[in-house]
């Protein structure tokens, strides 16, 4: 699912042939800039107040997960495993020119942001990961109920406070019954196309592989995430060298969202550091 907020100018875009062409990878771009790459959560692409933010500094670019497209939802079908998806946005990135530029990835997108990050060391120059999924501890367990419990229980799953502004920003009423649906069914269709690589277990080889990141790296995440719980970010900064941690109080699992000005200038201070 792809949102766009009512402040935000339509989008540019480029889609990239990948993959062995089997797959066509819509960018979504804006802004002006250096270049930084966006890697979307589970939920899709929404252009949140955080990604307008760094489009006034930087040239945002926004890949969009094969399958979440509506007008090429069986794309995910090309993909079988975690190594193809890295290959395909990998090929994809580099034909676009981006290299040795800094990422922003959340949730799901910060799994991808981590893998790319691991597998192509010198593909991004810094890497900002928000509350990443990708790693499994049987002491800290985390489900997929994101995916599997009814729609209305998902804001409270994803934020502390789900009544703020920013949450609610990103839930709006539907119109009607139609319009309902058609989210629901959007919503589940691109919810499956992730979980394809997280379920049973999110952690397909993530936790052997972080040691390769080479590139600076924060971490970022929301005390009370109920989703993936915070113990993780230990377990990333652990795991990651040249990163740190950064906690953010009385937030859930969406900090762009939830504490929009603490976690755009975290973000934006760590890319600016030499």
């Not at 941690?245 to 200038?265: F, K, N, R, S």
Request: aromatic share 10%.
């Amino acid at each position: 699912m792809t949102t766009t907020s009512p402040n935000q100018a339509p989008a540019g875009e480029k889609v990239v042939a990948t993959w062995n062409n089997r797959i066509r990878l819509r960018f979504e771009i804006r802004g002006s800039g250096p270049a930084l790459v966006y890697l979307h959560p589970a939920g899709g692409l929404f252009w949140d107040e955080f990604l307008a933010r760094l489009a006034q500094h930087y040239t945002v670019y926004a890949p969009v997960f094969p399958g979440i497209s509506p007008d090429d939802t069986f794309a995910i079908h090309q993909l079988d495993d975690i190594f193809d998806v890295v290959l395909a946005y990998e090929q994809a990135l580099r034909s676009l020119g981006l290299d040795n530029v800094p990422v922003v990835g959340q949730s799901f997108g910060g799994m991808l942001a981590a893998e790319l990050s691991a597998c192509f060391p010198k593909l991004f120059s810094k890497v900002a990961l928000l509350d990443p999924a990708g790693l499994w501890n049987e002491e800290h367990p985390w489900s997929l109920d994101f995916i599997s419990g009814p729609p209305e229980q998902l804001p409270a799953l994803l934020f502390k406070d789900p009544t703020s502004e920013g949450p609610r920003s990103m839930f709006p009423p539907p119109s009607g019954p139609e319009e309902a649906l058609d989210q629901a069914v959007t919503g589940i269709w691109g919810f499956g196309c992730m979980a394809k690589f997280l379920w049973p277990i999110p952690d397909r080889g993530l936790s052997k592989r972080l040691h390769r990141v080479t590139a600076p790296t924060l971490i970022m995440w929301g005390e009370d995430d109920r989703l993936i719980p915070v113990a993780y970010a230990e377990e990333f900064g652990r795991l990651i060298p040249h990163s740190r941690v950064e906690l953010v109080p009385d937030c859930g699992h969406i900090p762009q969202v939830e504490h929009t000005d603490h976690t755009y200038a975290t973000v934006t201070q760590f890319l600016a550091a030499h």
